[in-house]
């Protein structure tokens, strides 16, 4: 007998969000007052008291370490991590996050989103009263329905990476043929539901010895589908990407890398506010080793807490967890004098420099916050 079951589909429900009531109006407040109070904080910290604990606000959750792409320039994929976080244990953490005061929660891996149970997580964040919630991803399971899941559960801002401006140059980084094709897709999908979701879309390319010299055909691609362009800073220092393959993708050459970022310069001085500002596109060459390294304080390491998938917690990008939540709480860990130790280390830089999100500490200083609210007002 033949099987007649027909499996019946629900339709993706992209019903956009309702207006923010008063109370989750009043939350956003109290949220960008706690981050003013925070950058204040730190400005004592810099110059008056280096001692002064500023607790982080920001939590970076590495749902799993485990990936569905082959990146070169990456070290998840070539191992398999076990023993991850229960949803009851990331239930847990959010719980404890959102008692601290955090602000913002940014949900990354691995790839996320390989968890079926990526979106319980999430929403249980939202009904924590979290307003600020962020996904990095490399998009390939991001489909009609795995979207609308994605913005129900509450997430209102995507980096979604892009390691070259075809097919062939993306795939070859990523390690998958289709890859390009079925990312580009996300991306056009998540730009379709901005305006009702309210969306922030950044596209991440992560600049690598292969791939420089394709910076100005990236512009052109972030301009086609107008997003945002961030530019990854290649580095095989942090725990996600130590391994000799990274190693060996990261000698770029001075000359393709200082042309292409002459002609990147030259469009964002014209006003292309798809691209980074020229203050950041001028920090890039130190960070490979060509000029001077721009020392400004890492504000990001004292901004983020990193929640690893097997609970480790701790450091910063560039340096390995030293404490679990599976043995102490959140608060004892960030209050305890080891983490306060470290943190007061990391922010005067010293530490392996692993140049993530140097435009975060550079805009943190007066000259490059009057560079990105000038190009704002443009
Ligand atoms: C580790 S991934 C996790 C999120 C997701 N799987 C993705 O690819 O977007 C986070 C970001 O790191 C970037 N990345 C990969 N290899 C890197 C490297 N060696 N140095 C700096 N960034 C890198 C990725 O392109 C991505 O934008
Ligand atoms: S960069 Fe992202 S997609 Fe690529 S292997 Fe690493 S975690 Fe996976
Ligand atoms: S630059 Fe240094 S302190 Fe900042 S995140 Fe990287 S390793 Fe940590």
Redesign the pocket.
């Known amino acids: 007998m033949t099987d007649t079951t027909v499996t019946i589909r629900s339709r993706p429900d992209f019903t956009p969000p309702p207006r923010p009531t008063r109370r989750e109006r009043m939350r956003t407040m109290l949220d960008r007052v706690r981050l003013i109070r925070f950058l204040a904080l730190l400005a004592v910290k810099e110059h008056v008291m280096p001692d002064l604990h500023v607790r982080p606000l920001v939590a970076e959750l590495f749902l799993t370490d485990n ?1 569905n792409l082959n ?1 070169v ?2 070290n ?1 994929w070539r191992t398999h991590t076990r023993d991850e976080l229960s949803l009851a244990e990331w239930r847990s953490v959010i719980d404890q996050l959102a008692d601290l005061g955090f602000v913002k929660l940014n949900f ?4 996320a989103l390989i968890r079926r149970d990526a979106c319980d997580v999430i929403s249980h964040a939202r009904s924590r009263g979290f307003r600020d919630l962020h996904l ?3 998009g390939i399971v991001l489909d009609e329905s795995r979207l609308a899941e994605v913005l129900q559960a509450g997430i209102r801002s995507f ?1 979604v ?1 892009v ?1 070259g401006p075809t097919a062939e140059t993306h795939d070859s980084v990523r390690g998958r043929d289709g890859a390009f094709d079925v990312t580009i897709d996300a991306i056009r999908r998540i730009v379709a539901r901005r305006d009702d979701f309210g969306l922030t879309v950044q596209m ?1 390319f ?1 600049v690598l010895a292969g791939n420089v010299s394709l910076l100005p055909a990236m512009a052109d691609l972030a301009a086609e589908l107008d997003v945002d362009l961030y530019l ?5 220092t942090t725990f ?2 130590r391994h000799p393959e ?1 190693t060996a993708n990261l000698d770029v050459d001075e000359a393709q890398l200082r042309a292409a970022l002459a002609v990147l310069e030259e469009r964002s001085r014209r006003g292309d506010r798809h691209l980074p500002t020229v203050r950041d596109l001028r920090y890039i060459p130190g960070h490979f080793g060509f000029g001077r390294l721009d020392l400004v304080p890492c504000v990001e390491s004292q901004l983020k807490l990193m929640v690893h998938s097997t609970g480790g917690v701790g450091g910063c990008w560039g340096h390995d967890p030293s404490f679990n939540l599976r043995e102490r709480s959140v608060r004892s860990i960030v209050d305890g004098p080891e983490y306060r130790e470290e943190h007061a280390r990391l922010f005067r830089k010293d530490c392996v420099r692993c140049g993530s999100n140097y435009s975060l500490n550079l805009r943190a200083r007066p000259a490059g916050l009057a560079e990105a609210l000038s190009r704002r007002l443009r």
């Not at 990354?108 to 790839?111: D, I, K, M, Q, V």
């Not at 990854?232 to 095989?236: R, S, V």
Request: with cysteine.
């Open positions: 990936c990146c320039s990456c998840c990354t891996g691995g790839e990095n991803t490399n980096n990476s390691d991440n992560t990854n800073l290649g580095t095989d996600l990407f990274v």
